[in-house]
C-alpha cells in the first residue's frame, strides 16, 4: 500500500536537503518519490566562479614532489 507523507525539511548553504522522516513501515527496500517545492519564492542562486579560464596560466618554479613532501611532513 503507498502511503503519501508530507514533512518539512530545510536547505543548508551547500544546497542539501536535511529530512527526518519517520514512516512506520517495516524494515525493506522502498520507493521514494520527491517532489521540492520551496515555500517562498527564492531569488536564483549565482553561479560560482568559473576558474577554467586560469587552468595551465600558472608556472610552478620548483619541485613540486619536494614541496608536496614537505607540505606533509607539517602534519606530522
Do not use: C
Amino acid at each position: 500500500m503507498m502511503k503519501i507523507m508530507k514533512w518539512q525539511g530545510a536547505i543548508d548553504d551547500k544546497g542539501r536537503l536535511s529530512l527526518e522522516v519517520p514512516t512506520f513501515l517495516r524494515p525493506g527496500p522502498v520507493d521514494v518519490v520527491m517532489v521540492i517545492q520551496p515555500q517562498r519564492e527564492e531569488e536564483p542562486i549565482p553561479p560560482r566562479y568559473d576558474f577554467s579560464a586560469l587552468i595551465g596560466q600558472l608556472a610552478w618554479q620548483g619541485d613540486a614532489l619536494t614541496a608536496q613532501k614537505e607540505l606533509r611532513h607539517e602534519w606530522e
